[in-house]
């Protein structure tokens, strides 16, 4: 199976550097909206056979424009949200964005124990994204190509887990493409941690805290 996770379009919040990650989240900018308009045709070789997105609004506004073009329903699927901030919800100061950051790097290099202020530790966390995973994978057949529309931490968290890199960014609408299945075993086949639509879609002026392993 071919899984592509693709991070939703940039949002408010990503430019104002918030930890904003509690449902139903903030909407997409206008740049987030030409983010997500740019991938159906940047996808135009993949056969892809569903479109699943977290509960949060960014992920669903982010799919629509490419489950529009195929045909197919955004199908939420709950488990792909981002990593929680619980104390930290909302906040914008270097020392939240550098606890929360330092947390999802300890989960990176393998400290599973380590707990985010007020939420989940890391071994919570991957439980219930394997599940998410697992639970939409398991819908479509072996040789089936899945796009799931998720969020920055979540997916570094997740892809690091299984060969991907440690410290790369995923910027609003980069992917990463693994391949197998939950019985199996994932491998990241690919990294785009720019814009699938191109780099002139970065905004180079937003924090962008969970997108970013060192944003401050």
Do not use: C
């Amino acid at each position: 199976m071919r899984l592509i996770l693709i991070r939703h379009g940039e949002t408010p919040s990503n430019v104002a550097g918030a930890l904003d990650t509690a449902r139903p989240g903030a909407p997409l900018t206008p740049l987030g909206h030409r983010q997500a308009s740019a991938l159906p045709a940047v996808l135009t070789t993949e056969r892809i056979a569903a479109v699943h997105a977290s509960p949060l609004v960014r992920t669903q506004l982010t799919a629509a424009p490419l489950a529009t073009a195929r045909g197919l329903d955004v199908v939420v699927s709950e488990g792909l949200e981002e990593v929680g901030a619980g104390s930290l919800e909302m906040h914008t100061s270097v020392e939240s964005i550098d606890t929360y950051a330092d947390t999802v790097a300890a989960w990176i290099g393998g400290d599973l124990d380590a707990t985010m202020p007020g939420a989940e530790n890391g071994r919570t966390f991957l439980g219930r994204y394997n599940a998410a995973v697992r639970d939409l994978t398991s819908r479509h057949p072996d040789d089936a190509t899945v796009v799931a529309f998720s969020h920055g931490a979540a997916i570094r968290t997740f892809a690091s887990m299984h060969g991907g890199p440690r410290e790369e960014r995923l910027l609003n609408t980069g992917a990463v493409v693994l391949e197998g299945s939950p019985t199996s075993g994932w491998k990241v086949a690919a990294w785009s941690r720019d814009p699938l639509g191109g780099p002139h879609l970065i905004d180079a002026g937003a924090v962008d805290p969970t997108g970013d392993p060192d944003p401050v």
